[in-house]
């Protein structure tokens, strides 16, 4: 089946510091992933994404690396800052064309 | 913000009941999908709609459905409440049919059942 998960539930970082999240995907199919950020009170926002034909995108201030052979997916954020602070979602177009699949979330806390 | 909206923003009901959630579009977007996020979750995809037609369906039973307007604007309906269906329920429009386009996201209905 499908899924996409994430490794580590919490993961907090010092103001400055880079920091990394990573997810893991089972479908090796999927050709679109995409970073959301959510914070509290408020729907998932549109980070970045890729496509399965690329390994590396960069942002500003965030890049996603994609690895297909071990079915892995990370967000780096530079600088981190307290605004950072959020629950973080990997998603993945899965077999449709039209559905998101979402990991259960990393949740990034960013100490002043 | 995303433009898109949802109300209302929070409710409260009981084991049984029905509820229906609104959700308006981004100005020109025709595709609107429905998501249910439990606590502590990712949101799980419900249903999208797109020109007024369900367009596909995630693993939820018929007592949830929708509509979309020819203003684009959409309906989440459930009937026979339960305890599980408590969660976070986002709507996301987007320009066109693919999920390529990218999905702009509302706030959320927060629905509490007792």
């Known amino acids: 089946g499908e899924s996409v998960g994430l490794h580590l539930p919490t993961l907090s970082v010092q103001e400055g510091d880079n920091s990394i999240i990573n997810c893991a995907y089972s479908n090796s199919a999927s050709d679109y992933f995409i970073w959301y950020k959510q914070e509290s009170g408020k729907g998932p926002q549109f980070i970045i994404d890729?496509?399965?034909?690329?390994d590396k995108r960069q942002g500003q201030r965030v890049t996603v690396l994609l690895n297909k052979t071990v079915k892995h997916l990370s967000l780096q954020i530079a600088a981190t800052q307290p605004g950072d602070s959020a629950v973080y979602f990997c998603a993945e177009m899965g077999d449709s064309s039209y559905k998101l699949i979402f990991g259960s979330g990393t949740r990034l806390l960013v100490r002043p | 913000e995303t433009g898109v909206t949802q109300s209302p923003t929070h409710l409260i009901k009981t084991r049984g009941q029905q509820v229906t959630l609104r959700c308006s579009s981004q100005s020109g977007h025709n595709t609107v999908s429905w998501y249910q996020q439990a606590l502590g979750q990712g949101p799980q995809f419900i249903f999208q709609y797109y020109r007024e037609e369900e367009n596909g369906r995630g693993n939820f039973p018929p007592r949830f459905s929708g509509l979309q307007f020819p203003n684009y604007s959409s309906e989440l309906n459930v009937n026979a409440l339960e305890l599980d269906d408590s969660a976070l329920y986002l709507c996301a429009s987007s320009l066109e049919l693919a999920v390529l386009n990218e999905q702009f996201f509302g706030p959320g209905t927060r629905l509490t059942v007792l």
């Open positions: 890729i496509r399965s034909n690329m």
